[in-house]
């Protein structure tokens, strides 16, 4: 199992409010938008990533972190295993991901996810 990006999830009603600051004036590329999430970053380098969303997707809360990892079903018996608190899933989404919710430590919402199901 290895993780493989973690972008940080912004919850608004506004979605795209981000335009300006991090399109126009920041010039990142606009990766990813489903009308309720759209992704800024730089094309090419997954490692320069932050998401603004109105809700997590089929009508979930807005997770503050995105994990993608390569085996997400590997990450979710390990969770369950140490006894933290799964909240969601795993579900495969119609956008093409297979993913959970957990609570970390802190209380964060972590959506863990693999891309591709």
Request: net charge negative; charged share 25%; no cysteine.
């Amino acid at each position: 199992m290895s993780v493989k990006r973690i972008v940080t999830n912004i919850k608004t009603q506004n979605v795209s409010a981000a335009k300006s600051f991090y399109q126009d004036v920041l010039e990142l590329d606009l990766l990813m938008d489903h009308g309720w999430i759209e992704t800024y970053g730089l094309l090419g380098k997954e490692n320069i990533q932050i998401s603004f969303a109105s809700q997590g997707g089929s009508n979930t809360p807005t997770p503050d972190l995105s994990i993608e990892v390569d085996d997400v079903d590997a990450v979710f018996e390990r969770m369950k295993s140490a006894g933290y608190t799964i909240e969601y899933g795993p579900v495969d989404e119609p956008w093409g991901v297979r993913r959970f919710y957990v609570r970390d430590p802190f209380g964060k919402l972590i959506n863990i996810l693999a891309h591709g199901h």
